[in-house]
């Protein structure tokens, strides 16, 4: 086992050339002197991930310890971090002075790294300011991403000195031709092949694994920034094997790659055989989840099916969802990041996917405010609200500061802030005179939620010069939100927000399943439309398959519009009472699965209900005389409860 583990790791360092002043200065986190995080980035397919092998190699034989993670595979919130920490380094993980604690154990020298690291933009705040201060000083970090670092890693006070950045560049023409080489080709080859591939590590080895099958190069089609596109297309066009392209392209839909998806997806194929032939694939990696196409090349792959075979292209999606949905209703909390990214990933809907995966860098980062920033914060709240308005928000701040977040810009400054919080998490006496809050408590009150399932209030989201509109601040806010909203799954269940001005957010709210509240509420002179989003019970997981279904076409179970809170029969539209659509919601997220009297009472009706398990009965006779002919897809299961056949079950 070991000699074939050491062929391995000779054939990989064997592969890698080039980039000994990078990887000096990856290496300088190994000294007592040295800077205690580095950041190295660069583009897709520059050799990032190639570059953080090699250091693990020559740091390990340098009696370093390395721990080495893919943020692609954990949830970008505080315990999605732990949790993943907690495996690789075993022991208690359940905050960062534990994690602290048990790093000190493992040595003189140890190196946190976190691959992929654009995925957690969502946590870059708390990592910066609680988890690496938190470290003990045997510990040094490494972060390899796409985008460069947050300003406040550079600037913020005490930071001076003790962070690096690595920008990685095309590799120099010396290092091109060496990688070329050892890739089989002639000298003369490698020199006509870099004269378009520029350097770019991914595009050289693509290039050359075309030329080893025999495939031809358009050099001329093949320039620019389209240079990893068209050599992708190109790759998968020359595949003579229809069965290896057929695999390439399904898998080019989904985030990762599983044998239970590509059986869903290529029903008519050996789903081990499929993945055994991807495997094989020079872009293709395995991860602790599934298989991992590299990012540059699934993109393109996607694009040229969605462009040339739109129906396929679409079918895929298709099999891929219902076969996450399915998976997803039994998996364990601890899993459930995997199958939120896979539908983000399914999900083209830009909103979404660029809330809870941002693309490009942002200019402003967002934290708990502290004490010293509350005359900022009041500032701008004074500027934009109203006196009653403003006196509400410092009340808040007087008594749940720690409801506040605000957004720094590059020098420090405040430039916006947000209040939000759980309203059974601080105390009443911080919200009970404010007119907005009281009327999402009625509103709670006459439709209510299970007693497990929580509400999110957001109070206010304000920038210094735009206000409550749309700005980068704004955008900066809502993306620290949806990290809020990650942290509070698979409990929370609505999200109520007050507005001025409704109109510039009202298309991407609708679509995305905000219900404006009927009436408005009055703070003095200023007037506040009020918004909520009820994600269901199957809390943000729900929410986000539903959002899928909708952008594929594939209507619920047939039967159920949630938006519309009715039944959709053959044409016809019933409606349904707040009760009847509350369990054939429920037995719509769990088709298929036998559902006890006792879950729909405590998810439906709430856990303090205490009338009997007949009035499940009652409804269930009520919603079957509303489906008349189709009655019969909810089965009554002997001594359980019941269950939603699906259309063809």
């Given at each position: 086992?070991?000699?074939?583990?050491?062929?391995?790791?000779?054939?990989?360092?064997?592969?890698?050339?080039?980039?000994?002043?990078?990887?000096?200065?990856?290496?300088?986190?190994?000294?007592?002197?040295?800077?205690?995080?580095?950041?190295?980035?660069?583009?897709?397919?520059?050799?990032?991930?190639?570059?953080?092998?090699?250091?693990?190699?020559?740091?390990?034989?340098?009696?370093?310890?390395?721990?080495?993670?893919?943020?692609?595979?954990?949830?970008?919130?505080?315990?999605?971090?732990?949790?993943?920490?907690?495996?690789?380094?075993?022991?208690?993980?359940?905050?960062?002075?534990?994690?602290?604690?048990?790093?000190?154990?493992?040595?003189?020298?140890?190196?946190?790294?976190?691959?992929?690291?654009?995925?957690?933009?969502?946590?870059?705040?708390?990592?910066?300011?609680?988890?690496?201060?938190?470290?003990?000083?045997?510990?040094r970090?490494?972060?390899?991403?796409?985008?460069?670092?947050?300003?406040?890693?550079?600037?913020?006070?005490?930071?001076h000195?003790?962070?690096?950045?690595?920008?990685?560049?095309?590799?120099?023409?010396?290092?091109?031709?060496?990688?070329?080489?050892?890739?089989?080709?002639?000298?003369?080859?490698?020199?006509?092949?870099?004269?378009?591939?520029?350097?770019?590590?991914?595009?050289?080895?693509?290039?050359?694994?075309?030329?080893?099958?025999?495939?031809?190069?358009?050099?001329?089609?093949?320039?620019?920034?389209?240079?990893?596109?068209?050599?992708?297309?190109?790759y998968?066009?020359?595949?003579?094997?229809?069965?290896?392209?057929?695999?390439?392209?399904?898998?080019?839909?989904v985030?990762?790659?599983?044998?239970?998806?590509?059986?869903?997806?290529?029903?008519?194929?050996?789903?081990?055989?499929?993945?055994?032939?991807?495997?094989?694939?020079?872009?293709?990696?395995?991860g602790?989840?599934?298989?991992?196409?590299?990012?540059?090349?699934r993109?393109?792959?996607?694009?040229?099916?969605?462009?040339?075979?739109?129906?396929?292209?679409?079918?895929?999606?298709?099999?891929?969802?219902?076969?996450?949905?399915?998976?997803?209703?039994?998996?364990?909390?601890?899993d459930?990041?995997?199958?939120?990214?896979?539908?983000?990933?399914?999900?083209?809907?830009?909103?979404v996917?660029?809330a809870?995966?941002?693309?490009?860098?942002?200019?402003?980062?967002v934290?708990?405010?502290?004490?010293?920033?509350?005359?900022?914060?009041?500032?701008?709240?004074?500027?934009?609200?109203?006196?009653?308005?403003?006196?509400?928000?410092?009340?808040?701040?007087?008594?749940?500061?720690?409801?506040?977040?605000?957004?720094?810009?590059?020098?420090?400054?405040?430039?916006?802030?947000?209040?939000?919080?759980?309203p059974?998490?601080?105390?009443?006496?911080?919200?009970?005179?404010?007119?907005?809050?009281?009327?999402?408590?009625?509103?709670?009150?006459?439709?209510?939620?299970?007693?497990?399932?929580?509400?999110?209030?957001?109070?206010?989201?304000?920038?210094?010069?735009?206000?409550?509109?749309p700005?980068?601040?704004?955008?900066?806010?809502?993306?620290?939100?949806?990290?809020?909203?990650?942290?509070?799954?698979?409990?929370?269940?609505?999200?109520?927000?007050a507005?001025?001005?409704?109109?510039?957010?009202?298309?991407?709210?609708?679509?995305?399943?905000?219900?404006?509240?009927?009436?408005?509420?009055?703070?003095e002179?200023?007037?506040?439309?009020?918004?909520?989003?009820?994600?269901?019970?199957?809390?943000?997981?729900?929410?986000?398959?539903?959002?899928?279904?909708?952008?594929?076409?594939?209507?619920?179970?047939?039967?159920?519009?949630?938006?519309?809170?009715?039944?959709?029969?053959?044409?016809?539209?019933?409606?349904?009472?707040?009760?009847?659509?509350?369990?054939?919601?429920?037995?719509?997220?769990r088709?298929?699965?036998?559902?006890?009297?006792?879950?729909?009472?405590?998810?439906?009706?709430?856990?303090?209900?205490?009338?009997?398990?007949?009035?499940?009965?009652?409804?269930?006779?009520?919603?079957?005389?509303?489906?008349?002919?189709?009655?019969a897809?909810?089965?009554?299961?002997?001594?359980?409860?019941?269950?939603?056949?699906?259309?063809?079950?």
């Amino acid at each position: 086992m070991g000699r074939l583990k050491d062929l391995i790791e000779r054939q990989s360092a064997g592969t890698f050339v080039g980039r000994g002043e990078e990887l000096e200065s990856l290496l300088s986190v190994l000294p007592e002197d040295g800077p205690l995080v580095v950041c190295m980035h660069g583009i897709a397919g520059i050799g990032k991930s190639r570059l953080l092998e090699a250091f693990v190699r020559e740091a390990r034989s340098r009696g370093a310890t390395v721990v080495r993670l893919d943020c692609r595979q954990i949830e970008p919130t505080e315990s999605g971090l732990l949790r993943e920490l907690g495996a690789a380094i075993g022991g208690e993980a359940g905050s960062a002075e534990q994690v602290a604690a048990r790093l000190s154990q493992f040595g003189s020298r140890v190196v946190l790294a976190l691959d992929t690291y654009e995925l957690f933009r969502l946590l870059d705040t708390w990592l910066r300011q609680v988890f690496v201060p938190a470290l003990p000083d045997n510990v040094r970090v490494i972060l390899c991403g796409r985008d460069a670092p947050m300003a406040e890693w550079l600037s913020a006070p005490g930071w001076h000195g003790l962070f690096r950045v690595i920008r990685l560049e095309s590799l120099p023409e010396r290092d091109s031709m060496e990688l070329l080489r050892r890739s089989g080709l002639s000298a003369e080859e490698a020199r006509h092949m870099d004269c378009f591939a520029h350097g770019h590590p991914l595009a050289l080895t693509l290039a050359a694994s075309i030329l080893a099958r025999g495939g031809g190069v358009n050099l001329e089609q093949v320039a620019g920034q389209r240079v990893l596109a068209e050599l992708s297309r190109i790759y998968v066009s020359d595949i003579q094997d229809a069965r290896t392209k057929q695999a390439l392209e399904a898998a080019s839909v989904v985030r990762r790659i599983t044998a239970p998806l590509l059986r869903a997806m290529l029903p008519g194929a050996p789903p081990q055989d499929a993945l055994e032939r991807l495997r094989a694939l020079p872009f293709i990696e395995p991860g602790n989840d599934g298989l991992q196409m590299h990012d540059a090349v699934r993109e393109a792959i996607a694009a040229n099916l969605r462009a040339g075979d739109p129906p396929r292209y679409r079918a895929h999606r298709r099999a891929a969802y219902r076969q996450l949905t399915a998976e997803l209703r039994s998996a364990l909390a601890a899993d459930l990041w995997h199958y939120t990214a896979d539908l983000l990933y399914i999900l083209e809907n830009p909103v979404v996917r660029e809330a809870f995966f941002p693309t490009g860098a942002n200019e402003y980062a967002v934290e708990p405010a502290r004490g010293e920033d509350r005359d900022a914060v009041m500032a701008i709240v004074e500027k934009h609200e109203g006196p009653l308005g403003a006196r509400c928000l410092d009340k808040l701040w007087t008594h749940a500061p720690e409801t506040f977040c605000v957004a720094r810009d590059r020098k420090g400054s405040i430039a916006g802030l947000y209040c939000a919080f759980d309203p059974r998490a601080i105390q009443a006496r911080a919200y009970r005179d404010d007119p907005v809050v009281r009327g999402w408590l009625d509103h709670l009150e006459e439709h209510p939620i299970p007693r497990k399932q929580r509400a999110f209030f957001l109070r206010r989201w304000l920038s210094l010069h735009e206000g409550e509109a749309p700005s980068a601040v704004q955008a900066a806010c809502w993306l620290d939100v949806k990290r809020k909203y990650l942290e509070l799954r698979p409990d929370l269940r609505r999200v109520y927000l007050a507005l001025r001005d409704l109109a510039p957010y009202a298309p991407a709210a609708l679509r995305l399943g905000f219900q404006v509240l009927a009436g408005s509420v009055g703070v003095e002179a200023e007037v506040y439309c009020t918004a909520m989003l009820d994600f269901g019970p199957a809390s943000v997981d729900g929410w986000l398959a539903r959002l899928v279904a909708a952008e594929l076409g594939l209507e619920e179970s047939g039967l159920l519009d949630s938006a519309a809170r009715e039944l959709a029969i053959d044409g016809r539209r019933i409606g349904l009472t707040k009760l009847e659509f509350g369990v054939m919601e429920y037995l719509t997220r769990r088709e298929g699965e036998a559902v006890s009297r006792a879950a729909l009472l405590a998810n439906v009706w709430g856990q303090t209900f205490d009338g009997g398990s007949n009035v499940v009965d009652a409804v269930i006779r009520g919603l079957r005389k509303k489906l008349a002919d189709r009655a019969a897809r909810i089965e009554s299961v002997q001594g359980v409860g019941y269950r939603l056949r699906g259309e063809h079950g």
